[in-house]
């Protein structure tokens, strides 16, 4: 890549493998079903989750909404984070499209909506009320510092849905991420949802591309939602090509960028005007705040670090996300903690 880009993994460029087994992908119409790479890579995918089956949409978003959008018909409720990225990021896509009520929990710091909330969420049946049908948990939880929330959690919220017949999914973005820092197979960690969106463009590299695991009756019903929302695509396996190169392998470099994360934070953690919580960099993200007396806003650093080649997502007038992947190296944080020793005032 041209740039330092810590704004997210999302910037990740494709690996130059990538690009080559793109070109080289064999095809077929996937509305048909006859794509043989999106089909390996659903089948991969489904495999390396432990659920039966996958589809290929073409974005976490759309993975989520597809995700819902089967689960609950309209009025139906979700159960799920009031900082979780369906909640916050999609553009209120469950409520716009699907007409999907959301009921928000608040989202602890340690990436879990607490047990005796979720409980007390779920509806009795009463007609004056919308009906619960689903949870959805996110993994890594992304705004509260990119957190892994551990199998116990998961198999823990997994009880309460099937004690009261309702489905679990997990936002799985950086699920790889999680069980990478968990230090657990990807399956077990996510045994008790019964559908999870994982990505694999983010710090899996790919260009483009989400799938969506589950039941096999779940999978063609989820196929026809896609369909409805336009994401019906006919040669994809070209983008499918990568997917597989990122499933197969970029799944198994990710604690390299949990070291970059490490690295980054603990050069911060020495800067007199910055104020970060090491415990919690637990994955590739790095959440970090100037002191009050820094005598700088963080919109104004990001300014002055992109005159270093550097880019950096500030939110708000204190704090920084840096999201490390495939592209940044160990020499780019040192580049980057010289800059900020360079502007910090
Ligand atoms: N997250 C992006 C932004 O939208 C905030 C980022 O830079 O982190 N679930 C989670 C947990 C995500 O973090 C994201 C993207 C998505 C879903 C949506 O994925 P895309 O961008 O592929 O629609």
Known sequence: MDTIDLRSDTVSWPT?????????????D????????????????????GKEAGLFVASGTMGNLVAILTHCGRGDEVILGDKAHTFVYEAGGISALGGVHPRTLPVQPDGTLPP??????????????????????ENTQGTVGGIPVPKSYIDAVGEIAGAHHLALHIDGARIF?????????????????????????????????????????????????????????????????AGLIAL???????????????????????????????????????????????GITAPELAERLKTHNILIMDMGERQFRAVTHYWIRPEHIIQVLVALQKELP
């Open 116 to 137: 005796d909330l979720i409980r007390s969420a779920i509806r009795p049946d009463n007609i004056h009320m919308p009906r619960t049908r689903l949870i959805a948990l």
């Open 248 to 294: 197969e392998k970029m799944t198994e470099r990710l604690d390299e960028d949990h070291q970059n994360a490490r690295l980054l934070a603990e050069g911060l953690a020495e800067m007199p005007q910055i104020e970060i919580d090491l415990s919690r960099v637990q994955t590739n993200m790095v959440f970090f705040s100037l002191r009050d007396d820094a």
């Open 177 to 241: 991420n999680a069980a990478t820092a968990l230090n657990c197979d990807v399956a077990d960690l996510v045994g008790a949802a019964d559908s999870v969106t994982f990505c694999l463009s983010k710090g899996l590299c790919a260009p483009v591309g989400s799938v969506l695991v589950g039941s096999r009756e779940y999978i063609e019903e989820a196929r026809r939602v896609r369909k409805i929302l336009g994401g019906g695509m006919r040669q994809a396996g070209i983008l499918a090509a």
């Open 16 to 28: 130059p493998e990538m690009r080559q087994a793109m070109a080289e992908a064999p095809v077929g």
């Open 30 to 49: 996937d509305v048909f079903g006859e794509d043989p790479t999106v089909n390996r890579l659903q089948e991969e995918a489904a495999r390396r989750l």
